[in-house]
């Protein structure tokens, strides 16, 4: 059905990679490697924690919310990210129910929506809530192997390299992944490398600042993830 193909819950732990799956998708829309109904898609980030603050009212909160979703339904090429959806489906302590418009522009063929949540709060807050369940199609993210996350640091390490302006050589993806298996333990693949892999290049930059002078390149030897 159309709300089954449009709209997506994306369910995992923290750390697993819900944003990188995002992140992916809004990448190959902008490289053209989708299908038709992606193809000019944009992915905003809906940020509804001001209208938590903004409006007290629930009649006002739902306008604004409406209005909002007006004017990406207008573009037509709009897909809307709601980070923690639980928040914004169930009454509860720091939670308020906007199911209604959810649900209402959800229904509609002009917009379409990508909620993440983790399990114990689908659970709790999103699955006996048929407005939502309605127009969502679940989709469970577990944690990946170190293999997957090795490949995963490959295909975004470009974006490590540009912004930091160094190089990084597989070696050093090789050992950001085995650094992480071992020593960081609390936290999932891909999430523990990327970590890593940030505070390597944060040290680098202090320890060996880039400079507009010196075009030496920059390159981050594994040793520097030690």
């Known amino acids: ?15 697993v990679g819900k944003h990188t799956i995002v992140d992916a998708l809004a990448k190959q829309i902008y490289e053209g ?7 000019y898609k944009r992915i905003l980030k809906l940020n509804l924690e001001k209208i938590l603050t903004t409006y007290v009212d629930q009649k006002q909160r739902e306008s604004f919310l409406e209005d909002l979703f007006m004017e990406a339904q207008e573009a037509r090429n709009v897909i809307l990210l709601i980070e923690n959806l639980d928040k914004y489906v169930a009454y509860d302590q720091g939670r308020i129910d906007l199911s209604i418009p959810i649900e209402k522009f959800g229904k509609t063929a002009s917009i379409q929506f990508i909620g993440l949540t983790t399990p114990f709060f689908y659970q709790r807050f999103i699955f006996n809530n048929d407005k939502i369940n309605r127009i969502f199609a679940k989709i469970d993210v577990a944690e990946i192997t170190a293999l997957e996350a090795r490949n995963t640091l490959l295909e975004l390490s470009y974006q ?43 040290y680098f930059n202090q320890v060996s600042p880039p400079s507009k002078k010196d075009k030496t390149i920059r390159v981050l030897l594994p040793e520097t993830v030690d």
């Open 33 to 39: 490697q989708t299908n038709s109904i992606l193809a």
């Open 160 to 202: 490590y390299e540009y912004r930091n302006n160094l190089i990084i050589p597989y070696e050093t993806i090789i050992n950001t992944i085995d650094k992480s298996e071992f020593y960081i333990t609390y936290i999932p693949f891909p999430e523990k490398a990327f970590h890593l892999l940030d505070s390597a290049c944060a």
């Open 1 to 15: 059905s159309k709300n089954e193909e449009a709209n997506v819950l994306i369910v995992g732990e923290e750390g």
